[in-house]
Protein backbone atom coordinates (compact mmCIF):
# COMPACT_ATOMS: atom_id res chain seq x y z
CA UNK A 1 0.00 0.00 0.00
CA UNK A 2 3.07 2.50 0.19
CA UNK A 3 4.35 1.75 -3.11
CA UNK A 4 2.80 1.18 -6.42
CA UNK A 5 3.81 -1.66 -8.99
CA UNK A 6 4.71 -1.99 -13.21
CA UNK A 7 4.91 -5.22 -14.92
CA UNK A 8 6.35 -5.05 -18.54
CA UNK A 9 5.42 -1.28 -18.58
CA UNK A 10 1.29 -2.29 -17.10
CA UNK A 11 0.31 -0.68 -13.61
CA UNK A 12 -0.65 -3.91 -11.53
CA UNK A 13 -2.50 -3.62 -7.73
CA UNK A 14 -1.66 -7.56 -7.68
CA UNK A 15 1.90 -9.23 -8.14
CA UNK A 16 1.03 -12.28 -10.24
CA UNK A 17 3.44 -15.64 -10.62
CA UNK A 18 6.26 -14.65 -13.20
CA UNK A 19 7.08 -17.31 -15.63
CA UNK A 20 9.82 -17.23 -18.44
CA UNK A 21 11.31 -13.21 -19.40
CA UNK A 22 12.96 -11.03 -19.60
CA UNK A 23 10.42 -8.99 -17.52
CA UNK A 24 10.99 -5.38 -16.47
CA UNK A 25 9.13 -4.86 -13.04
CA UNK A 26 9.29 -1.90 -11.63
CA UNK A 27 8.41 0.10 -7.97
CA UNK A 28 7.94 3.54 -7.71
CA UNK A 29 8.46 4.64 -3.68
CA UNK A 30 7.23 8.47 -3.14
CA UNK A 31 8.75 9.39 -6.77
CA UNK A 32 11.75 7.21 -6.13
CA UNK A 33 11.93 4.59 -8.91
CA UNK A 34 13.42 1.15 -8.87
CA UNK A 35 13.87 -0.77 -12.33
CA UNK A 36 14.72 -4.18 -12.42
CA UNK A 37 14.96 -7.04 -15.21
CA UNK A 38 14.11 -10.85 -14.01
CA UNK A 39 14.18 -14.19 -15.77
CA UNK A 40 12.38 -17.04 -13.86
CA UNK A 41 12.17 -14.73 -10.80
CA UNK A 42 9.39 -13.92 -9.08
CA UNK A 43 9.16 -9.94 -7.62
CA UNK A 44 12.02 -9.20 -5.29
CA UNK A 45 10.96 -10.13 -1.72
CA UNK A 46 12.51 -7.28 -0.50
CA UNK A 47 9.21 -5.37 -2.67
CA UNK A 48 6.51 -7.24 -0.66
CA UNK A 49 5.57 -5.96 2.59
CA UNK A 50 5.87 -8.51 5.57
CA UNK A 51 3.33 -10.69 6.48
CA UNK A 52 0.71 -9.23 9.41
CA UNK A 53 0.81 -12.43 11.87
CA UNK A 54 -1.98 -11.53 14.15
CA UNK A 55 -1.80 -13.35 16.96
CA UNK A 56 -4.90 -15.75 18.56
CA UNK A 57 -6.80 -14.29 21.19
CA UNK A 58 -6.18 -15.38 24.38
CA UNK A 59 -8.22 -18.58 26.14
CA UNK A 60 -10.90 -17.07 27.90
CA UNK A 61 -9.96 -17.69 32.13
CA UNK A 62 -12.56 -18.80 33.86
CA UNK A 63 -14.14 -21.82 35.14
CA UNK A 64 -17.10 -22.69 33.92
CA UNK A 65 -20.34 -24.38 35.97
CA UNK A 66 -23.80 -26.30 35.17
CA UNK A 67 -26.33 -27.61 37.21
CA UNK A 68 -29.26 -26.88 38.97
CA UNK A 69 -30.16 -26.08 42.89
CA UNK A 70 -34.02 -26.64 43.46
CA UNK A 71 -36.89 -27.60 46.03
CA UNK A 72 -38.23 -30.98 45.61
CA UNK A 73 -41.88 -32.24 46.87
CA UNK A 74 -42.74 -35.65 46.58
CA UNK A 75 -43.57 -39.08 48.36
CA UNK A 76 -41.35 -41.61 49.91
CA UNK A 77 -41.40 -45.42 50.78
CA UNK A 78 -39.18 -46.21 53.19
CA UNK A 79 -38.90 -50.34 54.85
CA UNK A 80 -36.93 -51.94 57.05
CA UNK A 81 -36.46 -55.99 57.19
CA UNK A 82 -35.01 -58.21 59.63
CA UNK A 83 -34.46 -61.79 58.86
CA UNK A 84 -35.36 -62.77 62.58
CA UNK A 85 -37.34 -61.71 65.55
CA UNK A 86 -35.29 -59.33 67.39
CA UNK A 87 -36.28 -57.48 71.30
CA UNK A 88 -34.98 -54.30 69.53
CA UNK A 89 -36.02 -54.20 65.70
CA UNK A 90 -39.16 -54.51 63.95
CA UNK A 91 -39.92 -54.83 60.61
CA UNK A 92 -41.87 -51.61 59.29
CA UNK A 93 -43.04 -50.07 56.31
CA UNK A 94 -44.40 -46.74 55.24
CA UNK A 95 -45.25 -44.28 52.31
CA UNK A 96 -45.18 -40.58 53.24
CA UNK A 97 -44.90 -37.37 51.74
CA UNK A 98 -41.29 -35.81 51.42
CA UNK A 99 -39.58 -32.36 50.99
CA UNK A 100 -36.24 -31.83 49.61
CA UNK A 101 -33.84 -29.76 48.63
CA UNK A 102 -31.32 -31.18 45.74
CA UNK A 103 -28.31 -29.38 43.68
CA UNK A 104 -26.68 -31.33 41.30
CA UNK A 105 -23.79 -29.86 39.12
CA UNK A 106 -20.51 -29.39 38.07
CA UNK A 107 -17.56 -26.83 37.33
CA UNK A 108 -15.10 -26.91 35.02
CA UNK A 109 -14.54 -28.05 31.02
CA UNK A 110 -13.60 -31.49 30.27
CA UNK A 111 -11.65 -31.87 33.03
CA UNK A 112 -13.45 -30.59 36.13
CA UNK A 113 -15.71 -32.20 39.35
CA UNK A 114 -18.90 -32.83 39.98
CA UNK A 115 -21.38 -33.37 42.58
CA UNK A 116 -25.03 -34.66 44.05
CA UNK A 117 -26.73 -34.36 47.00
CA UNK A 118 -30.47 -34.75 48.01
CA UNK A 119 -31.28 -33.86 51.20
CA UNK A 120 -34.87 -35.33 51.91
CA UNK A 121 -37.49 -34.78 54.85
CA UNK A 122 -40.97 -35.85 55.67
CA UNK A 123 -43.64 -34.68 58.37
CA UNK A 124 -42.86 -37.49 61.08
CA UNK A 125 -39.49 -35.46 62.00
CA UNK A 126 -37.23 -37.90 60.23
CA UNK A 127 -34.16 -37.27 58.02
CA UNK A 128 -31.89 -39.04 54.97
CA UNK A 129 -29.70 -37.58 52.63
CA UNK A 130 -27.89 -38.72 49.37
CA UNK A 131 -24.70 -37.76 47.90
CA UNK A 132 -21.84 -37.71 45.63
CA UNK A 133 -19.12 -36.01 44.87
CA UNK A 134 -16.04 -37.14 42.10
CA UNK A 135 -14.03 -36.40 39.29
CA UNK A 136 -15.63 -35.34 35.96
CA UNK A 137 -14.39 -36.36 32.45
CA UNK A 138 -15.87 -34.97 30.11
CA UNK A 139 -20.12 -36.72 31.10
CA UNK A 140 -18.68 -39.04 33.25
CA UNK A 141 -18.39 -38.52 36.83
CA UNK A 142 -16.15 -41.27 39.24
CA UNK A 143 -15.97 -40.67 42.69
CA UNK A 144 -17.66 -41.68 45.96
CA UNK A 145 -20.90 -41.07 47.74
CA UNK A 146 -23.29 -42.23 50.80
CA UNK A 147 -26.10 -42.75 51.59
CA UNK A 148 -27.80 -42.53 55.08
CA UNK A 149 -31.32 -44.39 56.58
CA UNK A 150 -33.25 -43.91 60.12
CA UNK A 151 -33.41 -47.55 61.65
CA UNK A 152 -36.68 -47.66 63.47
CA UNK A 153 -36.08 -48.95 67.03
CA UNK A 154 -38.21 -49.85 70.40
CA UNK A 155 -36.31 -47.29 72.68
CA UNK A 156 -34.74 -44.63 69.58
CA UNK A 157 -34.09 -44.10 66.40
CA UNK A 158 -30.83 -44.37 64.81
CA UNK A 159 -29.40 -42.69 61.88
CA UNK A 160 -27.07 -44.90 59.87
CA UNK A 161 -24.50 -43.48 56.91
CA UNK A 162 -22.57 -45.44 54.55
CA UNK A 163 -20.46 -45.01 51.66
CA UNK A 164 -20.25 -46.34 48.43
CA UNK A 165 -18.27 -46.03 45.17
CA UNK A 166 -20.19 -43.41 42.38
CA UNK A 167 -20.49 -43.55 38.86
CA UNK A 168 -22.22 -40.74 37.36
CA UNK A 169 -22.86 -39.60 33.31
CA UNK A 170 -24.83 -36.39 32.55
CA UNK A 171 -25.54 -34.30 30.07
CA UNK A 172 -27.82 -31.49 28.04
CA UNK A 173 -29.34 -31.18 24.79
CA UNK A 174 -31.00 -27.37 23.34
CA UNK A 175 -34.16 -27.89 21.83
CA UNK A 176 -35.43 -24.85 20.17
CA UNK A 177 -35.09 -21.78 23.22
CA UNK A 178 -34.85 -24.99 26.01
CA UNK A 179 -32.32 -26.91 26.97
CA UNK A 180 -32.92 -30.56 28.37
CA UNK A 181 -30.13 -31.60 31.01
CA UNK A 182 -30.21 -34.83 33.48
CA UNK A 183 -28.12 -37.41 35.12
CA UNK A 184 -27.79 -40.80 36.89
CA UNK A 185 -25.48 -42.76 39.07
CA UNK A 186 -25.27 -44.75 41.56
CA UNK A 187 -22.86 -47.10 43.43
CA UNK A 188 -22.68 -50.45 44.96
CA UNK A 189 -21.32 -52.33 47.96
CA UNK A 190 -22.69 -55.32 49.82
CA UNK A 191 -23.75 -53.18 52.45
CA UNK A 192 -24.85 -49.91 50.46
CA UNK A 193 -26.10 -49.68 46.87
CA UNK A 194 -27.46 -46.77 45.76
CA UNK A 195 -28.86 -45.15 42.33
CA UNK A 196 -30.29 -41.53 41.68
CA UNK A 197 -31.47 -39.55 38.60
CA UNK A 198 -32.93 -36.23 37.46
CA UNK A 199 -34.45 -34.37 34.15
CA UNK A 200 -34.34 -31.11 34.20
CA UNK A 201 -35.78 -28.10 31.68
CA UNK A 202 -34.96 -24.93 31.27
CA UNK A 203 -35.29 -22.01 29.06
CA UNK A 204 -32.03 -20.44 27.18
CA UNK A 205 -32.03 -16.97 29.00
CA UNK A 206 -28.50 -17.05 29.45
CA UNK A 207 -26.72 -17.14 33.03
CA UNK A 208 -28.97 -18.22 36.05
CA UNK A 209 -32.63 -19.47 34.68
CA UNK A 210 -35.88 -21.47 36.40
CA UNK A 211 -34.95 -25.15 36.15
CA UNK A 212 -38.18 -27.55 36.36
CA UNK A 213 -38.19 -31.21 36.28
CA UNK A 214 -38.11 -34.45 38.33
CA UNK A 215 -35.53 -36.04 40.85
CA UNK A 216 -35.20 -39.26 42.39
CA UNK A 217 -33.80 -42.35 43.59
CA UNK A 218 -33.09 -45.82 45.78
CA UNK A 219 -30.94 -46.79 48.15
CA UNK A 220 -30.54 -50.12 49.92
CA UNK A 221 -28.58 -50.65 53.69
CA UNK A 222 -27.58 -53.92 54.87
CA UNK A 223 -26.70 -54.34 58.70
CA UNK A 224 -25.76 -57.49 60.81
CA UNK A 225 -26.07 -57.37 63.79
CA UNK A 226 -22.63 -57.25 66.41
CA UNK A 227 -24.33 -59.72 68.50
CA UNK A 228 -26.35 -61.81 66.87
CA UNK A 229 -26.85 -63.53 63.78
CA UNK A 230 -29.84 -60.97 63.25
CA UNK A 231 -29.54 -59.19 59.61
CA UNK A 232 -31.61 -55.93 58.80
CA UNK A 233 -32.29 -54.32 55.38
CA UNK A 234 -33.58 -50.49 55.41
CA UNK A 235 -34.82 -49.81 51.60
CA UNK A 236 -35.85 -46.27 50.39
CA UNK A 237 -37.81 -45.21 47.47
CA UNK A 238 -38.31 -41.19 46.28
CA UNK A 239 -39.56 -39.60 43.57
CA UNK A 240 -40.67 -35.88 43.58
CA UNK A 241 -41.05 -32.41 41.29
CA UNK A 242 -38.80 -29.76 41.19
CA UNK A 243 -38.42 -26.67 40.88
CA UNK A 244 -35.16 -24.19 40.66
CA UNK A 245 -32.47 -21.94 39.48
CA UNK A 246 -29.48 -23.07 37.73
CA UNK A 247 -26.65 -21.89 35.08
CA UNK A 248 -27.33 -23.12 31.39
CA UNK A 249 -25.90 -26.57 31.38
CA UNK A 250 -23.72 -27.50 28.75
Request: glycine share 18%.
Given at each position: ??????????????????????????????????????????????????????????????????????????????????????????????????????????????????????L????????????A???????V?????????????????????????????????????????????????????????????????????P?????G??????????????A???????????????????
Amino acid sequence: TDAVYWLDGHLVDRLPPLTGGPHVVQRDVAGTWTTLVVRGDPFPPDWLPAPVVVPPPPAPVGITASGVVWGIAGAEAVSQEIDQSASDVDSRSATRALLGIGAHGRVGGRFGAGGDLVLGFTPGGSFAADGALGVALGPVLLGAGAATAVIEQADANQLAVLARPHLGLSGAVEIGSWTGSGGVGGGWLPACANASGWLAASPNTGGLSPVFGLDGGYSRLAFVEADGPNALVADRWWIGAAVGVGPAAR
